[in-house]
């Protein structure tokens, strides 16, 4: 089983936009999973960003993440995104994606299994 391997983290200055992308191959990005983004502050217990089901069709965010971030997928590219918009210091973390046991995703990190490295993003105030 291959891991994600997670792209576009940075130095960003606040209100700022980056997006991430999540590669992966094989039987982790089989398109009949979701796919999830956590993040992980210095300090800080790693938490639920966003995730999207198998098809795209449907995604969850974490309250704080609504209308500024974005996640979406590509499943001939086996990629997925994650667009993050209006970003304040507080984003600052190391984000993650994972794949799901299921199809649809949820906010509880024991739902995913495979986990790539993470990506670290940066907002400078």
């Known amino acids: 089983q291959v891991q994600p391997v997670e792209s576009g983290g940075g130095l960003v200055q606040a209100g700022g936009s980056v997006r991430l992308s999540c590669v992966a191959s094989?039987?982790?990005?089989?398109?009949?999973?979701?796919m999830g983004w956590f993040r992980q502050a210095p300090g800080l217990e790693r938490e639920f960003v966003a995730a999207?089901?198998?098809?795209?069709?449907?995604?969850i965010y974490a309250d704080s993440m609504k209308g500024r971030f974005t996640t979406s997928r590509d499943n001939a590219k086996n990629t997925v995104y994650l667009q993050m918009n209006s970003l304040k210091p507080e984003d600052t973390a190391v984000y993650y994606c994972?794949?799901?046991?299921?199809?649809?995703?949820?906010?509880?990190?024991?739902?995913?299994?495979?986990w790539g490295q993470g990506t670290q993003v940066t907002v400078s105030s």
């Open positions: 994972a794949r799901g046991k299921y199809g649809s995703g949820t906010a509880h990190e024991y739902d995913y299994d495979s």
């Open positions: 999207v089901s198998w098809s795209g069709s449907f995604t």
């Open positions: 094989g039987r982790t990005f089989s398109s009949s999973y979701a």
